[in-house]
């Protein structure tokens, strides 16, 4: 299926699925003591926020140190493009639906927008098979059956803060406020019992283990894997009396705080 907008994309990255750009910034206002009008403004740092995903066969695997960078992210518009300067990548997220194809999405923050710069992206010659259902290879966790399985999604997070640079209004760095966050969530149809077990209780007077796993959600050998993740979210939704709902589903998270070895600050 041809795309009806071929002139949009992000410059310099093949097999962009969807694409988007959002800029915000506060102004300030000063007033003189016991007045109502103000006598001066002023800007603050603008937020920006670039989001694009990608086609699996295209994206490729995990590779955590993108995270440890500063790039410049280009969102073509014909034969210009919208710029965000200084970006840091916020969040990657790997999506595996039933319907659907296969998906990276990846969130920039930035804090600079220049003018404008040309816009000309070519992506003819880059040729693909779209990853789908039934080129999933991933991990299946106990007590959900492959053939009920609805969706996996991945995602590594890593929350940021700019610092301002004294005597002056740009940032001087950004660092990681950690925990940083990774978590893979299964979703599916309900065909079995429940085996899940959560009684804190009887080891209110002694050390609780809590043990990690290690799950991948993975498609011909490209994809994602965490490590050390835990059972934090279980979700049984659906299966309503009314007709128009969809039957019951489970849905299963299990979360890491593994630092992939990201650096905890990035200095513009």
């Known amino acids: 299926m041809a795309n009806r907008y071929p002139d949009i994309g992000i410059k310099g990255v093949c097999g962009v699925y969807s694409a988007q750009y959002s800029l915000s910034r506060n102004i300030k206002s ?16 603008p937020n920006i926020t670039v989001t694009y995903s990608q086609y699996l066969d295209v994206a490729g695997s995990f590779n955590p140190l993108e995270f440890n960078s500063l790039t410049s992210i280009e969102l073509v518009c ?40 040309s816009g000309t992206q070519d992506c003819s010659t880059n040729k693909f098979r779209p990853l789908s259902r039934k080129d999933y290879t991933g991990s299946i966790p106990g007590g959900i059956s492959s053939s009920a399985l609805i969706s996996v999604t991945a995602t590594v997070s890593v929350d940021r803060q700019p610092i301002l640079e004294f005597g ?6 950004s ?13 599916a149809y309900t065909n ?7 009684d804190n ?24 894997t965490i490590n050390n993740a835990t059972l934090t979210d279980l979700i049984y939704s ?31």
Do not use: H
């Not at 103000?38 to 740092?45: F, G, M, V």
């Not at 595996?96 to 003018?115: A, D, E, H, Q, S």
């Not at 660092?175 to 979703?187: Q, R």
């Open 201 to 224: 209780a009887q080891n209110a007077c002694g050390d609780y283990t809590i043990s990690g796993n290690t799950y991948s959600a993975t498609a011909c050998g490209k994809g994602i």
């Open 192 to 198: 079995d019992s429940d085996s899940y077990v959560f």
């Open 168 to 173: 002056s209004r740009k940032p001087y760095a």
């Open 238 to 268: 659906g299966g309503d009396a009314d007709s128009s709902q969809s039957p019951q589903t489970v849905s299963v998270t299990y979360t890491s705080y593994d630092t992939y070895s990201i650096k905890p600050a990035i200095y513009f």
């Open 30 to 45: 000063i007033f003189p003591f016991g007045q109502n009008t103000y006598i001066s403004q002023y800007s603050e740092l």
């Open 175 to 187: 660092v990681v406020n950690f925990p940083i966050t990774s978590s893979i969530k299964f979703e």
């Open 78 to 117: 014909g034969a210009s493009s919208v710029v965000c300067d200084d970006a840091i990548l916020n969040e990657i997220s790997y999506t595996f639906n039933l319907n659907g194809p296969f998906l990276v999405t990846r969130t920039y923050i930035g804090y600079k927008k220049p003018t404008s710069k």
